[in-house]
């Protein structure tokens, strides 16, 4: 099963992230939160949204992280400009 996020499609596992950021966006959400709120039981949530991004590429959309205690990761625009399809 493949489902679309933002003109790009992504795993059942990767569409679940990329929503728990978007519904934060554009506060950060920290990884241990991404898993808590879709169950997710592995340690890669980082893993997952770098191959996010790499799908992300192609449109104006892009997930940000930031480190240190407080860090997390919020959904951003990459560049000026329309995305390829409505979030």
């Known amino acids: 099963l493949v489902i679309s ?6 795993t059942p596992l990767k569409a679940d992230i990329f929503d728990a950021i978007k519904r934060r966006s554009p ?3 920290q990884a241990a939160e991404i898993a808590s709120q879709i169950g997710y039981r592995g340690n890669s949530i980082k893993m997952h949204i770098n191959q996010i991004n790499d799908v992300l590429e192609e449109t104006d ?4 992280g930031t480190r240190g205690k407080h860090g997390g990761y919020r959904l951003v625009r990459r560049r000026t400009g329309s995305a ?3 979030l």
Not at 5 to 10: C, E, F, K, N, Q
Not at 61 to 64: F, K, M, Q, V, Y
Request: net charge positive; glycine share 6%.
């Open 5 to 10: 996020r933002a003109g790009v499609r992504l």
């Open 27 to 29: 506060h950060l959400i």
């Open 84 to 86: 390829k399809e409505r």
């Open 61 to 64: 959309w892009r997930i940000a």
